[in-house]
């Protein structure tokens, strides 16, 4: 095993959008900072392609195999690179509701009251909208939690045929609202992400340093076990370890916990951190069901999605329980 002979304040696992966001708000402390990625810098080209892509060609799947509670393999939605999953995300950036944080019941349980608040929550909301340059309107959305800071700009405009199924939901009543969005205000490459906004401008700090095509295997902790004191890695094939004060876990929900259950030791037999044995347990994704609405004119498909439909997130008089957030994009719209 390779023993890297710098020893670090700390070390950040993954540069998505936790790991990109961390590292930008510690490089101006001065601290001795090693980024870890599993991937290497995606081509813009290959960035951010649109819905058919992803989708249908079923673009930007793990290399590896994982297997379901049936044990069937699959190979799973998810992308290795500078960035993260934020290269090929719709870069809306929405907060939580304050009720978000209440007790909710749903249609096949409770949601148990956090013990954070949405106010706890709402300077990193506003301080991440920052940093992300994002484009909203917070006046039109009848579920919009307070902000102390309005979005650093404005809302861009609709595509024309989006604007004109706009006005027809208003017309019946309903509060077509604009979509936030992380936008970088550079035509060659207008989408934000935790590379754009995290990760490449803190490459300039003397006090950090970027390895990628490091897969982080393990995480080792001092003898009492009570704190993590070195990071595995594979690099080339080979093995290296990497000591810091400070390790953040960022490579995403479902690999973070599958790194904590691969660094079970003696003091930890099932996992770190997984005393309750819940550790992976209840990870969730997106449930999206799609409505098609053929159309005799076309579009070119490739705009980005804009609007929301929120008001049925809490449900309505004739179905108390919280509904989704409808999106409106084209069919073959920017992802």
Known sequence: MIIDDQYYDVIVIGTGAGGGTIAHKLAPTGKKILILERGDFMALEEQNRTSVDVF????YHAPEQWYDSMGEPFSPQTNYAVGGNTKIYGAVLQRMRSRDFETVKHQNGISPEWCLKYNDFEPYYSAAEQLYRVHGNTAHDPTEPSHSQDYPYP???????IQTLTEAIAQQGLHP?????????????PTGDSEVFGIEPVLKSPNVTLITSAKVVSLHTNSSGQMIKAVQAEINGNPHLFLADVVVLACGAINSAALMLQSANEKHPDGLANGSGLVGRNLMKHLMTAIVQRDGKSNSGTFR?????????????????????SRIQGDCSRM
């Open 56 to 59: 249908k060609r079923e673009r």
């Open 155 to 161: 809302a861009p405009d609709h595509e024309p045929r």
């Open 177 to 189: 609202t604009t979509l936030p969005l992380t936008l970088t205000r550079q035509d060659d490459d």
């Open 305 to 325: 999605r804009s609007v929301s439909v929120n008001d049925f997130y809490w449900g309505d008089e004739n179905f108390a329980i919280p509904w989704a957030i």
